[in-house]
């Protein structure tokens, strides 16, 4: 498969295709549009024929990134969907990603494959709380944002005042590169700063599909909007410099960030945000291993697991471990190394997932996401490389608020049980404690968020057949110990420890009152923050 050493041709090659791939996750607050979104960009990129309909996730079809029963059932996104499509010479990597807070974990497990993040806000309330909270995940992972106005045919904020909000709360230069033209609730297209036309947009079919567009110049533009033109040029003047290039240094360097309007659910802005991403998001480059070097795009394979996720395929109930090409050409069939464990094996079975709908893929190149079905030993974060072992930065666990202890309802069923158990643990769905105390058959379950235990419950009755109850713990404290504690908090009021899968021991308490008891009492015992940081 791969050489022993990249020819010149080939070492190019994969060069060449890292340059045209543009991958990137797109995030908001709940309910800001953000599958719509995905949805849209996959409409102008002609990979589907029809966008849902256009009053809200609940009125909609399906959309071909929600695809568990929950997601249609709720009208939320809880796990992430990567897409993959074309468009000009470009090849765009979408990782779709879960809105709501509860499902956090994922989020950041996403960004940590992307090189670029969509960041949505609702042109009617600003930035939300959760989009502050995925902001600073993507600070933290140094990653260029384009932001992205939407729900521009809607009564909203004043963008000036907009404007003003990015800026004070996110640090970040709003670079506008779209103006739209209309106030909210009234949008009739957009002033594209950087060709310096007019892009008028008009629905076609309630907005499931490409919106009807005209363009014109800034002064047939004055004679079709008339007072509506001009006063939203004034405005864009306050803050837009149209004889000042876009600074691309200052984007990629997290100071600034390109700015749009849209409307995701009448597909108006949609292009823009395309061609945007197309043209000035950072392409698929070297990427930084736990040693702080690089390892070159042209070097051989090498990639790493973001995300496992069961149950795609309701016939088969396989799974599927997605994985982020860093380096080198990926070819189905070819022997790659796990770095955690040191055993190689065939990657047979290689897809590209879009949504549900997968096909069978042969290459993959720095920058894609490749499906590997049934790798039933691979875990979110391993390394997988060919000839040159690398190791890439560990993907943290966040710091459980949530504990319920878990019991199946039928005893018959316990193998179906702690199988399911296993397998939502082995996505990362859900973080599973225990200790010789409680028992096998009373696993505690952990979770940032009280949805995650409703998927456990919803997946493990319908994926499983292993219906189980749920008892809520007083919990809501953990921190990183050692497995001495045990001994010392045995018989403490309000605190357990508990042993996590990969080894760590977690010290749980009722409050953070109870925490400092036991630091006031021992002072010497080991209680350490879970952060977003590697533990």
């Not at 849209?40 to 079809?61: C, D, E, F, P, W």
């Not at 199946?408 to 010789?436: A, N, W």
């Not at 409680?438 to 998927?455: C, I, K, S, W, Y």
């Not at 050692?482 to 309000?494: F, I, S, W």
């Amino acid at each position: 498969m791969s050489s022993p050493v990249q020819s010149p041709a080939r070492a190019s090659e994969i060069t060449g295709q890292a340059g045209r791939r543009r991958t990137f996750a797109v995030i908001s607050h709940p309910d800001a549009g953000k599958s719509t979104l995905t949805e849209a960009l996959a409409l102008h990129a002609k990979v589907i024929g029809t966008a849902g309909a256009t009053n809200g996730k609940s009125n909609r079809r399906d959309t071909v990134s929600d695809w568990q029963q929950m997601e249609k059932d709720r009208g939320i996104s809880i796990s992430s969907a990567a897409l993959q499509f074309s468009y000009r010479d470009t090849v765009i990597n979408l990782l779709d990603t879960p809105g709501h807070a509860d499902f956090s974990e994922d989020t950041y497990r996403v960004l940590a494959a992307v090189d670029c993040a969509v960041m949505l806000v609702d042109a009617g309330k600003g930035l939300e709380t959760q989009t502050m909270k995925l902001f600073e995940v993507c600070r933290q992972r140094n990653l260029p944002i384009i932001t992205v106005i939407n729900k521009w045919d809607r009564p909203g904020l004043d963008p000036l005042e907009l404007m003003d909000e990015i800026s004070e709360r996110t640090g970040l230069a709003p670079m506008p590169l779209t103006w739209a033209i209309g106030i909210a609730g009234d949008f009739r297209g957009v002033w594209d700063i950087q060709r310096n036309e007019f892009a008028k947009f008009a629905r076609n079919s309630a907005g499931a599909h490409i919106a009807l567009t005209e363009y014109m110049t800034p002064e047939q533009a004055a004679v079709s909007e008339g007072g509506a033109w001009q006063d939203s040029i004034d405005e864009a003047s306050l803050v837009v410099d149209t004889d000042a290039p876009l600074d691309l240094e200052a984007f990629y360097s997290g100071r600034a960030t390109p700015l749009l309007f849209s409307s995701a659910a009448l597909n108006f802005g949609v292009k823009q945000i395309l061609d945007t991403l197309v043209d000035y998001a950072p392409p698929a480059a070297p990427r930084p291993d736990v040693t702080g070097s690089t390892r070159p795009v042209e070097a051989p394979f090498s990639g790493f697991v973001f995300k496992v996720q069961a149950g795609m395929n309701q016939a088969h109930r396989d799974h599927v471990a997605f994985i982020r090409v860093c380096s080198g050409m990926f070819e189905r069939g070819m022997v790659v190394t796990q770095g955690r464990t040191g055993k190689s094996f065939a990657t047979k079975y290689a897809q590209q997932v879009f949504g549900r709908e997968r096909e069978v893929i042969d290459t993959a190149f720095p920058g894609d996401v490749v499906g590997l079905v049934n790798a039933s030993a691979l875990r979110v974060g391993d390394s997988l490389f060919v000839e040159e072992p690398v190791e890439y930065p560990a993907i943290p666990l966040f710091a459980p608020e949530h504990f319920q202890v878990a019991r199946s309802k039928d005893p018959s069923k316990y193998k179906q049980f702690r199988r399911g158990i296993e397998q939502l643990e082995h996505e990362g769905v859900i973080q599973v404690l225990r200790s010789d105390l409680r028992g096998d058959q009373a696993p505690v379950l952990a979770a940032v968020g009280p949805m995650q235990f409703e998927v456990v419950e919803d997946r493990m009755l319908h994926d499983f057949n292993a219906p189980m109850r749920l008892e809520r713990l007083p919990y809501s404290l953990a921190r990183l110990t050692t497995a001495d504690a045990e001994a010392v908090l045995g018989a403490v009021h309000g605190a357990e420890v508990l042993e996590r899968s990969d080894g760590e021991f977690l010290a749980l308490f009722n409050d953070i009152w109870a925490m400092r008891r036991v630091e006031k009492n021992h002072p010497d015992l080991p209680l350490a923050e879970i952060g977003t940081a590697r533990e």
